[in-house]
């Protein structure tokens, strides 16, 4: 459970910090969409690597505001305590970055990402709204982890299939799979962050472990991650490429830096060290890379 003090940004601990703005995730993005351009012999523009993550942070911050504005200063959630606290300052500089990135998508992005980019765009605005607006009506009676299957989805457009236009365009079995496995990843990660804030949560409103039950939840959280390694096997066989190992090495670091974490729960539990690893595993592309980018693997 997240410190129950009230703090400034100034009090925070690096932990804290890192965690209540989602750092890891917003530069991990970034390197995930390298690795997976790399891996699809696609090239992205240098303003794509702003505008992923920036929109990342972006979508994180909005979020938190507006859970934040809902539970005020006594949220169980040190992020939205913080994001509540310093909402005037966030609000302003959000409104900023939508209109600078939405300016700098229409002129410098190829008109494939721009479209998928849109897309995305139009998943999210539903998201806020159908999600929102569900956490209102009360949310704890959602049977299904509604929240956490579209933040998966979106991270694995955002990070995967966006770096690979238009390789992905072609829709092969291979990269089917190999989409479905990044989604598994990230839609386990995120049941885990459940798993872990169900407390704070079910204080709060809107806990996925109150409505399914934290049994269920681990459960379903094994399940994911057993058919994601499924997949992954699958995709091996089924791909033939020279670049199939350093992917391979990458979605099984992830994979099993998630298992570990659920694995060695009492260790990462306190201070927040589930949050920051579990968002850490977006650096693995970039580690893969940098051991293997002198090989002939990429």
């Known amino acids: 459970m997240e410190n129950q003090s009230h703090k400034s940004v100034s009090d925070l601990s690096v932990t804290e910090f890192l965690n209540c703005f989602s750092v890891p995730v917003v530069v991990g993005s970034a390197v995930s969409a390298f690795f997976w351009s790399t891996y ?53 500089t959000c ?69 690979g236009i238009p390789a992905t365009a072609e829709w092969s079995i291979g990269n089917v799979l190999l989409i479905l496995s990044f989604f598994g990843i990230n839609f386990g990660n995120i049941l885990i962050f459940s798993f872990f804030d169900h407390d704070d949560d079910l204080k709060d409103g809107f806990s996925t472990a109150g409505s399914i039950g934290v049994e269920k939840l681990e459960q379903l959280i094994q399940q994911v991650l057993i058919s994601t390694f499924l997949l992954i096997t699958f995709w091996t066989f089924v791909v033939n490429s020279p670049r199939k190992l350093p992917v391979i090495m990458t979605l099984m670091l992830m994979l099993n830096m998630l298992g570990l974490i659920m694995i060695k729960k009492e260790e990462f539990k306190d201070h927040g060290r589930y949050r920051l690893w579990g968002d850490m595993i977006y650096l693995a592309p970039g580690l893969i890379w940098f051991l293997l980018r002198n090989t002939d693997l990429f």
């Open 40 to 92: 699809f012999q696609t090239s992205l523009p240098l303003i794509f690597y702003w505008l992923l993550p920036s929109t990342v942070w972006l979508i994180y911050t909005i979020d938190h505001i507006l859970d934040g504005r809902r539970l005020g200063s006594d949220a169980s959630s040190l992020r939205h305590r913080i994001h509540f606290i310093y909402r005037k300052e966030l609000q302003f």
């Open 95 to 163: 409104l900023i970055l939508i209109l600078l990135n939405t300016i700098l998508s229409v002129t410098s992005l190829p008109t494939s990402i721009l479209l998928t980019g849109g897309s995305l765009a139009l998943l999210i605005s539903v998201y806020f709204v159908f999600v929102h607006r569900k956490s209102r009506e009360n949310s704890v009676q959602r049977k299904i982890p509604s929240k956490e299957i579209f933040i998966a989805i979106g991270a694995c457009i955002g990070m995967l299939v966006l770096p």
